[in-house]
């Protein structure tokens, strides 16, 4: 079963717009990361943000974590048509020692 | 090459058939973990090694499911009797460590397998 959950499930934006996708879960974390998925091809990694971390950024990427209540939010800026792509958020938990992802967030970026 | 490579990148099996999926993570890489994805859906974890050692294997989602690692780098995924609902994209990832926090996993392209 998946831990998270993303919303929203699909989001549609111009090019040039932010886009905020959010991620929940429910146990206790050591980190959580986000993946993007271009159609057909594997996951690559964006950014890892570990539980004692509130915000980190990565280029356009501003990743937040509020452990308390178990979410965290992707915000992508100033974004391009090649961000089109499904969005997951992954937890690892240290006593699992697996990452379990969400669901994902289908975003498209409009030119 | 310098990424997480798997064969084959697609794979039509009839049902009952059995299948061998490849894994050839990043050399070094302690972790291994193999994912099954299907349409629309995020990966679900299937197993996890750490070198030659199957720490957990509590996603294989029946006994016609088995993995393995003999000598900690390449890694393969067989399913026995494959099954229709057996279709989707089987992910192999690995990361250089199996601990917090250095466990940004690196993902391979994939095998689709569609049963017919």
């Known amino acids: 079963s998946q831990q998270g959950e993303e919303d929203p499930q699909a989001l549609s934006i111009q090019e040039g717009e932010n886009a905020t996708m959010n991620c929940s879960y429910k146990t206790s974390i050591n980190n959580l990361q986000w993946y993007r998925q271009n159609s057909g091809r594997g996951l690559v990694h964006l950014i890892l943000?570990?539980?004692?971390?509130r915000e980190k950024h990565s280029g356009r990427l501003r990743v937040t974590l509020d452990t308390s209540k178990k979410s965290s939010s992707l915000l992508i800026t100033a974004s391009r048509a090649a961000d089109t792509a499904s969005y997951f958020c992954?937890?690892?938990?240290?006593?699992?020692?697996?990452?379990?992802f969400g669901s994902g967030t289908q975003l498209t970026v409009l030119p | 090459g310098a990424g997480v490579s798997q064969s084959p990148r697609y794979k039509v099996a009839k049902r009952g058939q059995d299948v061998a999926l490849r894994c050839d993570p990043i050399s070094g890489h302690v972790s291994l973990f193999w994912y099954q994805q299907a349409l629309g859906q995020g990966p679900e974890f299937l197993t996890y090694f750490q070198n030659e050692a199957q720490l957990d294997k509590s996603g294989l989602p029946s006994d016609r499911f088995f993995a393995e690692r003999p000598e900690g780098s390449v890694s393969t995924l067989k399913i026995q009797r494959t099954q229709q609902e057996d279709s989707a994209v089987y992910l192999c990832a690995s990361s250089l460590s199996g601990r917090a926090p250095n466990t940004e996993a690196f993902f391979g392209q994939g095998t689709r397998l569609t049963v017919v």
């Open positions: 992954a937890t690892f938990s240290g006593s699992a020692r697996q990452l379990t």
């Open positions: 943000i570990r539980s004692n971390e």
